[in-house]
């Protein structure tokens, strides 16, 4: 691919996703009907997806960013649920929809058909955090799906993998498959325990930022190439470190902390945009090589194929919700009570993504089918992202689930906000006993202003709003904080422009600035 080629690539993905941000169509989906279109335009070049380089490349710093993001305490309440879902239902899935593959395509022989299974079986992890993120779902119900999605892909790649091995006469029976998969789950997350301290330890002990987040960048490659090294899953090594780095990321230093944030925002939101653009642009090379499968008969594979994925997917998660309640008394007392809407929401949000593209054109060439394993492995990947993504939003609100409480996640944040300014004032007067540590008045007045305003900030979220303009007094404040911030700006901006100061001490004074309103955003974000 030319530089050109790319650099139009994501300069295009990026404006349809920042399009797709004043509309009510989620992201994913814009892009990849867009791509759809630009697919044949002419002049638009052909993007082939490269296995070799979207598992790799794309597919760690995706899954490091969604899984630093994720809350290993919540992830760890439900492992049950995710277990089922991540490593039982893609199992199942790569036999269910493999056999039903078997039966409804004449000549296709079962092992290519668990082929096809194993490739379409992991729903996509980025697909369900961004749809996750737009729809505000329940905490627990988001919580399983990221939870599923960060882990399926392991289980879907050793499944291909073993079925690949039978489909062209090297597969070593039920035992070796076995032990492949144990040797990649154990492994990938063997390695991934083995690198998380050292790495954690390596971050606290660099105290330059652009240091630490070269190695953040660094991080999940080498995660996932050490544990594909020993034949291990790289999948699981980078969701294990980034989940110990991401629980413990308070330990590093702040400055860190704030790059880091801003770095991996941009480069999450560039792949998620790029890769389901790609997505789209794969129309013209799927249907290239289809041969005999053209027409109404391959359409009617590829409605048969998806309705066997959504029915599948049904068909695993009622029992796994609750069957386990039904026999364990102990799952019952730990578990919250949970109804069928639950269960719908899960079912139909399988939604499938690169991934399964990527693992697809990994078949070799010469593997019988292969064509046609492309081609459904493709219209069912569209055809979850547009009927699934598409429907999900009007299925919660006609499923009436219970929004997040705000008023109460307002009330817990205070409290501890509350909790935690009393400990830092405490601190303080501690401090101010000591000799070494003696302050002007004023100056340690001011930190003492400091905490009573980061104390009473959240609950005047709670308080009545301005009758003229709707907003809580504290967003008042920090609009106001804001033009403030901007007149100062255009001060030292205006004596840059007379040589009364120079441009190093210009940057030094806006950075300031800079991240006094960063702060104020945080907490209106918040």
């Known amino acids: 691919m030319e530089v050109l080629q790319l650099v139009a690539l994501v300069a295009g993905s990026a404006v349809v996703a920042g399009m797709a941000r004043r509309t009510p169509v ?49 992830l760890r309440a439900n492992v049950r649920p995710i277990a089922l879902l991540s490593v039982g239902y893609v199992l199942f899935a790569t036999v269910a929809v493999g056999y039903a593959a078997y039966l409804l395509v004449p000549g296709l022989s079962l092992p290519v058909a668990l082929v096809l299974g194993a490739v379409i079986a992991p729903p996509d992890a980025v697909a369900a955090t961004a749809v996750a993120r737009r729809l505000g779902l329940p905490n627990r119900i988001t919580t399983i799906l990221q939870g599923e999605s960060l882990v399926n892909d392991a289980t879907a790649i050793t499944a291909y993998k073993v079925a690949l091995a039978a489909a062209v006469g090297v597969g070593a029976g039920w035992a070796g498959g076995i032990a492949e998969f144990l040797l990649a789950s154990v492994g990938g997350v063997g390695v991934g325990l083995v690198l998380m301290v050292p790495i954690h330890l390596l971050r606290k002990r660099l105290r330059e930022p652009l240091l630490q ?22 999948v699981l090594a980078v969701v294990v470190v980034a989940l110990y780095l991401g629980h413990r990321n308070w330990q590093v230093d702040f400055a860190t902390r704030l790059q880091e944030t801003a770095v991996w925002k941009v480069i999450s939101f560039v792949l998620e945009s790029v890769v389901f653009a790609l997505i789209g642009l794969q129309l013209p090379v799927v249907l290239k090589g289809l041969g005999e499968y053209e027409g109404p008969q391959a359409a009617w594979y590829a409605l048969a194929v998806f309705l066997a994925v959504v029915v599948a997917r049904f068909v695993w998660v009622f029992p796994a919700t609750f069957l386990p309640r039904v026999l364990s008394e102990r799952i019952r007392l730990r578990e919250p009570e949970t109804n069928w809407k639950a269960p719908v929401i899960v079912g139909w949000a399988g939604m499938r993504g690169v991934v399964s593209l990527a693992i697809a054109f990994s078949v070799p060439v010469g593997v019988p089918h292969r064509n046609l394993i492309l081609f459904l492995t493709f219209t069912t990947v569209i055809a979850t992202l547009v009927v699934q993504g598409l429907t999900l ?63 009473n900030a959240v609950w005047e979220r709670l308080g009545e709003t301005n009758p003229v303009t709707g907003e809580s007094a504290d967003d008042i404040y920090r609009r106001l904080a804001g033009e403030m911030i901007e007149a100062e700006r255009e001060v030292f901006v205006t004596l840059r422009d007379r040589r009364r100061i120079d441009d190093e001490m210009l940057r030094v004074l806006l950075r300031r600035l800079d991240l006094e309103e960063a702060a104020a955003y945080r907490e209106e974000s918040a």
């Open 393 to 455: 939003p009007p299925l919660i609100r006609l499923l009436r689930l219970p929004p997040r409480d705000l008023q109460a996640e307002t009330l817990a944040e205070a409290q501890a906000q509350s909790e935690a300014s009393r400990a830092a004032e405490d601190r303080l007067n501690e401090l101010l006993e000591e000799p070494r540590n003696a302050l002007p008045g004023p100056l340690a007045d001011r930190l003492r202003t400091v905490l009573e305003r980061r104390r």
């Open 213 to 234: 987040n070269t190695l953040s960048l660094l991080i999940p490659f080498v995660a996932y190439a050490a544990a594909e090294r020993v034949h291990a899953s790289g």
């Open 26 to 74: 989620p992201a994913p989906l814009l892009l990849v009907a867009v791509g759809l279109i630009a697919a044949y335009i002419p002049g638009v070049p052909s993007y082939a997806l490269d296995p070799h380089i979207v598992l790799p490349l794309l597919l760690p710093p995706l899954l490091y960013t969604a899984s630093m993001e994720s809350s290993y305490l919540d």
